[in-house]
């Protein structure tokens, strides 16, 4: 039985387009057990927002902290990017501890279109 978490999805076919629009970043930990391992972040994560999806949100995890967008690019109110991500982008579904499918997304560089 086919299931959606089965699924890998490129980035153009989840945002109906090569690029998105940037609002926001943080930096994100590794988990070990429910807490964070150690003080050294493990990437970045990029919220983007997706024009031709009705401005649908999605995070995008970028491995290590050396990218052009980090917390402070946003730290102009309004400030966004337009921007594109490595064509090794995955989005996958999974399921919450409630039953819902939620959408993991994960490329390994992103960047800003002019």
Known sequence: MIKPTDFIFN???I???ETATAVNASVYYNYINGKPDGDTPAGIKVEVVLPN???EKLIVK???IKHP???E???VDGTTYKVKFSPDFQA???R???GEYSLSCKASTVEIVK
Request: positive net charge; aromatic residues 24%; without cysteine.
């Open 11 to 13: 980035f153009p076919l």
């Open 15 to 17: 945002a109906r387009s």
């Open 53 to 55: 999806f009705k401005y």
């Open 62 to 64: 970028l491995e290590g």
């Open 69 to 71: 967008l980090t917390p």
């Open 73 to 75: 690019s946003f730290e």
């Open 92 to 94: 996958k579904f999974y």
């Open 96 to 98: 919450t501890s409630t």
